[in-house]
Each structure stands twice: as structure tokens, then as C-alpha cells.
């Protein structure tokens, strides 16, 4: 399979006790596959933790359609214990000829935290395309509804 132009992105919420070690250890073993160096990355602005939260630009070779592997999946549960609340990452593939495939959010935290951020991620993908249809006052009513409900 041939390898695609891949970014992991997004910025999280962590918890009080996260520290830039932790940050690099729960990274190494994604960071070490990827051959990406964090200290570079760090350098570059690719990773940045202000003590309060991580923003992550790193650019990365994966297989098409792969949005999951080991080394993902391993920084994801990681992260989870580092965040404070509901959180997201997104993997973009810049490669893909398929636009719902070309983004893929992964959501951290506690169970409860991760149905919230999926919410979350579900309505501000909502508001960019219903707030120019229907109004910002009909978005958010549609917000505070879905909120209301109880999850699953």
C-alpha cells in the first residue's frame, strides 16, 4: 500500500499535573514510527505545551485509509489520562480522493468525556454549515437541545 501525506492536528485541554516529559513519553512510540523527532518537532512549533495545553501539527507518512494503528491508538489512551474534558484530535490524510475519509477525528478522555467531545465535534461541524441557513439562534437552540439529552 502506498503511503500518504498524513497530519495529526488539533489542540487539548490537560489536566494540572501533565508535564512535558509525560507529553514526550506517551508521544515516543508514535513519534519514533513516524521517524519524527520531538525536539524538532518542538523546535518547529509542530508540538507546543504551554502547561495547560498541547497543540499538535506533526506531519506524518501513513498508509491510505489506515487512520488507526497501533502507535495511534497507543497515544490516543495516553493523552486520555493527560486532558482535562471532553477533547479531540483530528488525522488528516491530504492524499485521499475521498473527502469523508480525508478527515478522521479521535476522541480522549474518560468514557463520558469522549461521547461529550464527540457531541461536540458533532455540533461544531453542524454550526459551520447550518448557521448560514438557519441562523446562529437556531443553531444554538439546536446546541443546548442536543446537550440536554442524556447519552448513552
Known amino acids: 500500500m502506498s503511503q500518504h501525506d498524513c497530519r495529526l492536528s488539533g489542540i487539548i485541554n490537560t489536566n494540572e499535573a501533565t508535564t512535558i516529559e509525560m507529553i514526550h513519553s506517551a508521544m515516543a512510540p508514535f513519534l519514533q514510527v513516524k521517524h519524527v523527532d520531538f525536539e524538532q518537532a518542538m523546535n518547529e512549533g509542530s ?69 461529550l467531545a464527540q457531541l461536540q465535534y458533532a455540533l461544531v461541524e453542524f454550526g459551520q454549515w447550518a448557521e448560514p441557513v438557519i441562523g446562529k439562534d437556531a443553531v444554538m437552540a439546536v446546541e443546548a437541545m442536543v446537550l440536554a439529552k442524556p447519552r448513552n
Open 47 to 115: 508540538i507546543e505545551f504551554d502547561g495547560g495545553s498541547l497543540s499538535l501539527n506533526i506531519d506524518f507518512a501513513c498508509a491510505g485509509s489506515e487512520y488507526r494503528d497501533a502507535e495511534l491508538d497507543t497515544l490516543f489512551a495516553k493523552l486520555s489520562a493527560m486532558v482535562d474534558g471532553p477533547n479531540w484530535l483530528e488525522v488528516f490524510d491530504y492524499d485521499t480522493g475521498n473527502i469523508e475519509d480525508a478527515r478522521v477525528p479521535h476522541f480522549l478522555g474518560s468514557t463520558d468525556e469522549r461521547k
